[in-house]
T-cell receptor, first 118, second 117 residues
Framework: AQSVTQLDSHVSVSEGTPVLLRCNYS??????LFWYVQHPNKGLQLLLK??????LVKGINGFEAEFKKSETSFHLTKPSAHMSDAAEYFC????????????????FGQGTTLQVKP | NAGVMQNPRHLVRRRGQEARLRCSPM?????VYWYRQLPEEGLKFMVY????????ESGMPKERFSAEFPKEGPSILRIQQVVRGDSAAYFC???????????????FGEGSRLTVL
């Protein structure tokens, strides 16, 4: 069975400082992993995805994440936070079904609220 | 190419009424998924549909909830006799094939926020 754990429910940074949002996953198979961002009262926007290609994944808005199999982690980082980055961030794993194929179901972490202070 | 369209964006119902939420997938997408987000929580899978077929409804509550995706028209999530605990954001997602097969990526709408008084 697959699962994902976001280690921090709230992260607060100052504008211009680095961002680190932590995520650990559990999967019997090589997982597909995603980070989605949700701004208040909005839908979810895909930031980046890992699908067993390069372990360092670059996404939109300067975000990137590194897949570390030995640590079962997929932490999201950004070198310099911007005020517009304040939002809810979800680490997500794709559910693998029979025959090691994607089922289309996603398992979401509990979310991390990123606060960016001026 | 328009994204996933959901309506209404906000819906208020009194206890015991019915709620109908609609979702039009992206053009060319034939797979639809419904997720529910309770306050302060992540999204939880409810149901996966293709045209005229329910593929996986393992996340749907056993009573009062139903979903359909007819040959013509949007997918509908229907909640009968709503209770306060149904208050949540309901998100629809679509993909051209089952979870994009290789990646599992889904494309989400902006959600329908149901408030039950």
């Amino acid at each position: 069975a697959q699962s994902v754990t976001q280690l921090d429910s709230h992260v607060s940074v100052s504008e211009g400082t680095p961002v680190l949002l932590r995520c650990n996953y559990s999967s019997s198979y090589s997982p597909s992993l995603f980070w989605y961002v949700q701004h208040p009262n909005k839908g979810l926007q895909l930031l980046l995805k890992y699908t067993s290609a390069a372990t360092l994944v670059k996404g939109i808005n300067g975000f990137e994440a590194e897949f570390k199999k030995s640590e079962t982690s997929f932490h999201l980082t950004k070198p310099s936070a911007h005020m517009s980055d304040a939002a809810e961030y979800f680490c997500v794993v794709s559910v693998i079904g029979f025959g090691s194929s994607n089922t289309g179901k996603l398992i979401f972490g509990q979310g991390t609220t990123l606060q960016v202070k001026p | 190419n328009a994204g996933v369209m959901q309506n209404p964006r906000h819906l208020v119902r009194r206890r015991g009424q019915e709620a109908r939420l609609r979702c039009s997938p992206m053009k060319g997408h034939s797979h639809v998924y419904w997720y529910r987000q309770l306050p302060e929580e992540g999204l939880k899978f409810m149901v996966y549909l293709q045209k005229e077929n329910i593929i996986d409804e393992s996340g749907m509550p056993k009573e009062r909830f139903s979903a359909e995706f007819p040959k013509e028209g949007p997918s509908i999530l229907r909640i009968q006799q709503v209770v306060r605990g149904d208050s949540a954001a309901y998100f629809c997602a679509s993909s051209p094939r089952r979870g994009e097969l290789a990646t599992g990526e889904l494309f989400f709408g902006e959600g329908s926020r149901l408030t039950v008084l």
